[in-house]
């Protein structure tokens, strides 16, 4: 093995590297709303057919999680994440050549959801546990801002190529920007510390002999025999719940019910976005300092009292109050993903990307759900009142089920990874990772 030395890598440099995987990919989650209407109008085709593609892509992105962090183990993090990249260029290449809807399913649903899935917050995670230490909550939150600054800053950018140019100019932008950061995420991504001499960090699992698949669909079994998981997995689902279940699917139709312009709606959706990138940093910072349960609590009661205020709020116009209930929810919106991921590798060690990947794919199921009950009962009673109403109190429930979740401990892991002895003193950072399961 060479010396660590003569390898010019530190761990902000791969963090560096990842984020940008992870913003490039972020742009795609961003473009496939933008494509509704080109699409319809320029194909043809019904808004239900380009509905598909965008469903198949969610339920991809969801499902590929927890098997990618465990490709990570076996392959590593800079073969999946330029594989990843991969994917997502050839995705929007060939949507560029579209004429059929099935097309879409195919070169949208699958390849971009394969691709973002990989690149989602269980890269994140998986970063974090191989290269950081005492700064894991603060660089987890800075990749899921990474995140979010690539679905939500390149918005407007997207949408006015797609006004001056065409729906293909952009899908072709996005092509050729995962093209241009294919060379510098492999140039900066490496494995962990101890995979290059050092002994900080959590090595890649060494001697894993079985599939990717298998040991994703393992570690699911033994989490799954464990309280935390189902506790984590339901919270998480209440996130997707009360995101992109309800704010990201029908705030602007909601707006609009009201009177409001879809564009002055869709601009502040944009402003939600910016201050996910404060609130998702800061709630990284604070999982370094505090105990990540409350700090959920926190998050999804206050998330909670926001969403039953916002049938009060909307109106025609913008006003003060409804400023306010975009930064307040900002903050809030992207928050949980550190105390989550902190709470995972608490409880399962060096398999935390894996189960974090499964409680991930929790989320999405929440936000589908929701997605598809709040249009029925738009249909039934005419007003989105009662679905504000209903993600307040999912998120009250979800407050309560943080604070139900067992101390972070060694000893909590035992399903999961083989017991450690506790060491003499606590840190204020949290407990190094245990070995992995065999």
């Given at each position: 093995m060479r010396p660590y030395r003569k390898i010019p890598r530190s761990p902000w440099t791969v963090a560096a590297g990842a984020a940008l995987a992870i913003v490039?990919?972020?742009?795609?989650?961003?473009?496939?709303?933008?494509?509704?209407?080109?699409?319809?109008?320029?194909?043809?085709?019904?808004?239900?057919?380009?509905?598909?593609?965008?469903?198949?892509?969610?339920?991809?992105?969801?499902?590929?999680?927890?098997?990618?962090?465990?490709?990570?183990?076996?392959?590593?993090?800079?073969?999946v994440a330029v594989g990843a990249l991969c994917l997502v260029g050839a995705g929007a290449g060939l949507a560029t050549t579209m004429t059929a809807p099935w097309q879409f399913v195919m070169y949208w649903g699958v390849l971009v959801g394969l691709?973002?899935?990989?690149?989602?917050?269980?890269?994140?995670?998986?970063?974090?546990?191989?290269?950081?230490?005492?700064?894991?909550?603060?660089?987890?939150?800075?990749?899921?801002?990474?995140?979010?600054?690539?679905?939500?800053?390149f918005l407007p950018a997207l949408s006015w190529v797609i006004d001056t140019y065409s729906w293909r100019a952009a899908a072709a932008a996005l092509a050729l920007a995962a093209a241009g950061a294919l060379p510098v995420v492999w140039a900066a991504v490496r494995e962990s510390r101890k995979d290059l001499g050092r002994t900080e960090?959590?090595?890649?699992?060494?001697?894993?002999?079985?599939?990717?698949?298998?040991?994703?669909?393992?570690?699911l079994g033994r989490a799954a025999r464990t309280g935390p998981f189902w506790l984590l997995a339901g919270t998480f689902a209440v996130c997707g719940a009360s995101t992109n279940g309800v704010m990201w699917t029908h705030?602007?139709?909601?707006?609009?019910?009201?009177?409001?312009?879809?564009?002055?709606?869709?601009?502040?959706?944009?402003?939600?976005?910016?201050?996910?990138?404060?609130?998702t940093v800061a709630s990284g910072w604070l999982t370094d300092r505090a105990d990540p349960r409350r700090l959920l609590a926190v998050y999804y009661a206050l998330r909670g009292?926001?969403?039953?205020?916002?049938?009060?709020?909307?109106?025609?116009?913008?006003?003060?109050?409804?400023?306010?209930?975009?930064v307040v929810f900002g903050l809030l919106d992207v928050a949980t993903v550190p105390p989550t991921i902190a709470l995972c590798r608490a409880h399962y060690g060096a398999n935390a990307p894996v189960v974090f990947g499964w409680v991930s794919a929790a989320h999405q199921v929440g936000a589908g759900a929701v997605a598809f009950a709040g249009g029925m009962a738009r249909d039934?009673?005419?007003?989105?009142?009662?679905v504000w109403v209903g993600a307040g109190a999912l998120c009250a429930g979800a407050a309560l089920l943080a604070l139900t979740v067992r101390r972070s401990t060694q000893a909590g892991s035992e399903a999961v990874t083989p017991p450690v002895p506790a060491t003499p003193r606590r840190?204020?950072?949290?407990?190094?990772?245990?070995?992995?399961?065999r």
């Open positions: 490039t990919a972020g742009a795609f989650s961003t473009l496939a709303g933008l494509l509704v209407g080109p699409l319809h109008e320029d194909l043809g085709w019904s808004r239900a057919s380009v509905g598909l593609g965008s469903l198949v892509n969610m339920v991809v992105y969801g499902g590929s999680a927890p098997f990618a962090a465990a490709l990570m183990d076996r392959l590593g993090m800079r073969r691709g973002t899935g990989a690149t989602a917050t269980t890269f994140a995670a998986t970063v974090t546990e191989r290269w950081f230490v005492a700064r894991r909550g603060l660089v987890t939150g800075l990749l899921t801002a990474a995140s979010v600054v690539g679905q939500f800053v960090g959590t090595a890649r699992p060494a001697g894993r002999t079985e599939g990717a698949a298998r040991h994703a669909l393992r570690t705030f602007a139709p909601a707006a609009h019910d009201h009177g409001m312009p879809v564009t002055v709606a869709a601009s502040l959706l944009s402003l939600i976005g910016i201050f996910n990138v404060a609130g009292l926001t969403l039953l205020a916002l049938p009060l709020l909307l109106t025609s116009a913008v006003d003060a109050p409804l400023v306010a209930f975009t039934t009673f005419g007003s989105y009142d009662p840190s204020r950072a949290l407990p190094a990772s245990p070995p992995p399961c």
